[in-house]
């Protein structure tokens, strides 16, 4: 199971009712946090989930409306007596921008490791997800975030009794472990089923539509996208600096299939995004204005709600 929580859904500046952008994932006890704009820590107050098992932040890019409340959210939770170490991602240069904002946070109980993105595609496994960080086009290096929860396949239990192996050895094949018994060794593939269709949530925000974004939200459960504004007029404004607009976003997603995709990053002068998505769905009808606190429990095909 994947929790999904948008926290923020503005840009640029917070307004009453809307805090910056920020988006939260939780799935086997650990919480993945990307961005931190200015309110992120009081939208996850209000939400009601916990500090203290966010274990993974990335960051998009510096521009501060993405990572203004960073200093203050990092005091919070080591004002909370954390002191396990926290991992964050992030473009290049990113412990640099994050050691000059701690000034004002300084002596934090838990430690901070960083791993910085310099490849324009880059895969990692953190916790129980797999990222992949993509590059997308924005005035500065901006990437976007692909989590995924793959799920490996059914154990065969016929395969391996056919082995004739003691029950003992059934678990760490499992796990993933290769096996020597009697002189033999077996390997994980002889004993578990193909791999089964895991959960999948795509985040892009701060860009003009640029093809590696379909790619990456191919088949998402889940597909989060930057709509500065839903003003069709406003496209040329959208391509100076370097946004989307909701028609824009709307054709990726009909790209790229999601289950589902809410668009965010709103302009401040955006006061009702909902006013303008009747021309959105003509182009992909399972879009959805985003508001804060907006949330969606993902699971696996076969688990029962």
């Known amino acids: 199971m994947l929790d999904v929580c ?109 791993i910085e993105l310099n490849e324009d595609v880059e895969e ?54 290769i096996i020597e018994y009697e002189g033999k060794t077996y390997t994980p593939d002889m004993v578990m089923g193909p791999e089964r269709k895991g959960l999948k949530v795509t985040y892009c925000t701060d860009t003009r539509p640029v093809p590696v974004i379909a790619k990456e939200a191919a088949g998402a459960d889940l597909f989060i996208c930057e709509g500065m504004y839903g003003e069709r007029e406003k496209i040329d404004k959208a391509k ?15 790209e790229a299939d999601p289950a589902h995709m809410w668009l965010t990053h709103y302009s401040p002068s955006l006061l009702y995004p909902e006013n303008y998505m009747s021309g959105v769905k003509k182009i992909f009808p399972r879009a959805w204005a985003a508001r804060d606190g907006e949330s969606l429990e993902l699971r696996f095909e076969d688990e029962e709600a």
């Open 6 to 114: 948008l926290l923020g859904t503005g840009g640029m500046m917070p307004l009453p009712g809307r805090w910056l952008t920020s988006l939260m994932l939780r799935a086997g006890g650990s919480s993945l946090l990307i961005d931190c704009g200015e309110g992120t820590q009081v939208a996850l107050k209000e939400k009601g989930w916990s500090f203290k098992s966010v274990d993974i932040m990335c960051i998009t890019h510096f521009h501060a409306d993405h990572i203004s409340g960073l200093p203050g959210f990092l005091l919070t939770m080591g004002n909370a007596d954390r002191t396990e170490p926290l991992l964050m991602i992030g473009p290049r240069g990113l412990e640099r921008v994050v050691r000059s904002l701690l000034c004002i946070a300084p002596d934090l109980p838990f430690k901070i490791n960083f």
């Open 124 to 177: 990692l496994e953190v916790g129980p997800y797999v990222l992949r960080a993509f590059k997308v086009l924005h005035r500065i290096t901006c990437y976007g975030y692909t989590v995924e929860l793959r799920r490996k396949g059914k154990f065969q239990l016929d395969k391996a009794r056919a082995l004739g192996l003691p029950v003992q050895y059934w678990n760490p094949l499992q796990k993933g472990n």
């Open 240 to 254: 100076e600096k370097r946004h989307m607009t909701f028609y824009e976003a709307a054709k990726l997603a009909k």
